[in-house]
């Protein structure tokens, strides 16, 4: 184990039993899915609530390590080798103590169910605080190794544009608040607007995460947006891979 590493061997078990649910992130432009996002579900499928509650400062390495496997395990299960689908993993920053030492049960996982590196996004929301230097070294260093990472919940959080300034991930996901009832506020479609030309300008993918409606996908693809998650194209599916409805705007 390596040097500073000691949170991976003193902290506890994650006792509570989970799985996933998946949701499809779709491309419209090509009429495929790009993507299945990995979501933390109860034993039977119950909502995220009552496993998340459960995490703590002494089990979180343990839950996180848990969520990689499991997602990993059901996504070979239903997708085969030589699709191009990837598979996005969340993933808490402050659960990785040094990433190359923390990263090796998820690729030895990955080598066992011969799941491609290139096909693993892990995705990390704004919303945890962590410290700044802390996150860039655990993304370059996924980087370096193949996976592909995405900032989740973009304009909600702590990071923003001083982290993006300073690293620049494959994909960002753009927050469901500035997303919803886009198409009836002047204000979001601003934001929205430049924030994406701005991601065009860095030749970050983004995805626009929480479409619920028709005329929120309009705007959206005025906008020039390809990918899109949410409930108007599938809901999550317990421990299974959805078909989405592919709309047009």
Known sequence: MAVGCAGCRDGQAFELPFSMAFQPIVDLDSGTTFAHEALVRG?????????????NDQNRYAFDQQCRVRALQ?????????????????????AVYEPRACIRLTLATAEQLNFAPERIIFEFTESEQVDTEHLLSILKTYRQIGFKTAIDDFGAGHAGLNLLARFQPDIVKLDMELIRDIDRDPAKRIVVKHTLAMLRDFDIMAVCEGIETQEEL??????????FQGYLFAKPSFEAFAQPVLRSA
């Not at 039977?44 to 459960?54: D, K, P, Q, T, V």
């Not at 059901?74 to 402050?94: Q, R």
């Open 43 to 55: 034993a039977a499928g119950e909502g995220a609530y009552h496993i998340l509650s459960a995490v």
């Open 218 to 227: 309009r705007v959206l693809r005025d906008f020039g947006v390809t990918l």
């Open 74 to 94: 059901l996504a070979a299960k239903h997708l085969p080798p030589d699709s191009h689908e990837k598979l996005s993993i969340n993933f808490m920053p402050n």
